[in-house]
């Protein structure tokens, strides 16, 4: 998939979205750092998924790739992938500022066409440490998971 940084990079689904789902790839290996790579392990995994499970994938670099199609439903947080969406840093601890301010630009596009949906980690839901950064505060969250800040 190629590498997005323009307004084109959200566009509202057609299918219900209630919430938006952050992860971390558990990996700070510059080789893995690219949605290709997260592909991979997905379709290679037992079971494999049909594709990528996250919608968009954050490198170090902060360009934001897009994986699986945003009309799709994701396969990131078991049990709870129904209208959602998933968004992906690359890493395991070494986040940079360029990763954080991308992925706030694209929370605050979801949120500017999804006003309703609410922002979580993995870990809300599963027993995963993922993500292991403070996403609550990177994306000025509330504690009912809104954006609270413009």
Request: glycine share 6%; proline share 5%.
């Amino acid at each position: 998939m190629s590498s997005v940084l323009s307004i084109d990079l959200f566009t509202k689904p057609k299918r219900k979205v209630r919430r938006v789902f952050l992860h971390c790839s558990a990996s700070d290996n510059p080789k893995h750092d690219d949605v290709s790579v997260m592909r991979q392990w997905h379709l290679e995994r037992k079971p494999p998924f049909s594709d990528v499970g996250y919608h968009y994938y954050v490198k170090k670099d902060g360009t934001i790739q897009k994986g699986r199609s945003i009309e799709k439903t994701p396969a990131a947080q078991a049990g709870n992938n129904t209208s959602t969406i998933a968004i992906c840093l690359g890493g395991l601890d070494k986040f940079t500022e360029a990763q954080f301010k991308s992925l706030a630009t694209l929370c605050h596009l979801i949120h500017g066409a999804l006003p309703d949906v609410t922002f979580h980690g993995h870990s809300e839901v599963s027993n995963k440490a993922c993500p292991v950064y403070d996403y609550r505060r990177v994306l000025g969250l509330n504690k009912q998971g809104q954006i609270t800040t413009k």
